[in-house]
């Protein structure tokens, strides 16, 4: 007679809560699948939380996708520059058709994009060698900019970059994402500017400030100190050079909004799991690599209608002057006679992907709060579905 009471609660409880939750098969399905099934919404709401951004004011935003270059139509937005190198290189930057023609770009079966200096052709003493500069045909201000890419170029006298800027230089803002020269194994990162902005020293990123002469490069004015603009270097050797292909390659990134210009890099084995997915969220990356603060460069007034540039120059203001100290062979003039010495300047890249920014209006719960409200949600639901269970099973 004392189970009486309880066996009563529970036939009530069938009769009332379980046709309710729409129960499937007890006696085939385990608790766990059936939680999915009577909230699969709710969990997957849950998971897109992580995708959620928070600005320093508080405000919410997602980055949403803008534009893709991978694949077959890579090359079908990008303008090639041919004309002399403004940095001095010995190359000969060659129209479309002809980088076409010779080889120098290609795309191989599975989607990789491939571009690179000329590797065949034996030159004499002087006379410049083949190679690649392209530019966007669409320009950015702000962005997350996400490049995949399984080598970048290196070796001596090479000197590529992965770059944006806009042709009123500098007054509308140059930033530097991937460059270095020779076999250097740290990327440098940089952005060059109009009188007015500079590099935050304390700022929060793992590389350290680019110096010469005794001096850190914090100023970002281009139209002193020879170029040099304001400058991070990357500590981690898979940044640059021989050891990232050695890798695989991995993800740059860069992060541009109205806050700061940050940098990221990674290798293979280490590309966070929301950028293989296509949901972005750098607040769960980590401390960048290099960043340039709003509080000491106003962003919206240095960086304006940007485009992208991939390119392979030789020699030139930075290879060539630094070539006597860099421990390669002979001098940077005779270096670009033979292609075998340029057997890496390659780029090859399996996608470029730009998002925007896209503010969210309305309450967001945080993260922590709202993992309590499903744990909760998921208690209650389980402890349904056992009663309903043991309802209808006996």
Partial sequence: MRYDLPMLVIALIASNVCPAVALPNLRTSSLSSLVDQLWP???????????????????????????EYSGKTFFDRWDFFSHPDPTNGQVNYVNASDAWAKGLVSIEDD??????ADQTTFLDKGVFRDSVRISSQAEYTT????????????????????????????????????????????????????PGCNLDPVANYTGTISSSGGSNHTDCNALINDNSGCGITEWSRASYGPFFDSQG???????????????????????????????????????????????QCEIGKFFVNHTIVFDITLCGDWAGNSYATSGCPGTCEDRPTDPNNFVNATWSINSLKVYRKQPL???????????VQVQRELVYGSLAVLLCGIALLI
């Fill in 249 to 295: 390659g991995g993800v740059f990134a860069m992060k541009w909004d109205e806050n700061s210009i940050a940098i990221w890099s990674f290798y293979r084995a280490a590309i966070p799991q929301d950028i293989v997915d296509g949901s972005p969220n750098p607040s769960l990356w980590g401390l960048p690599s290099a960043v340039l603060e709003s509080s």
């Fill in 143 to 194: 962005g997350l900019f996400i490049l995949d890419l399984n080598q970048a170029p290196w070796g001596c006298a090479v000197w590529p970059a992965f770059w944006t800027v806009n042709e009123n230089w500098p007054w509308n803002g140059e930033v530097d994402i991937i460059e270095g020269v020779h076999d250097n194994q740290h990327n440098q990162v940089a952005w060059h500017t109009a």
């Fill in 361 to 371: 209006s309305g309450r967001i719960v945080s993260s922590s709060a709202q993992h």
């Fill in 111 to 116: 989607g990789t994009v491939i571009m690179k």
């Fill in 41 to 67: 919404q709710r969990l997957k709401t849950f998971e897109k939380r992580s995708n959620i951004n928070t600005n320093p004011n508080g405000s919410t935003f997602l980055w949403l996708p803008q534009d």
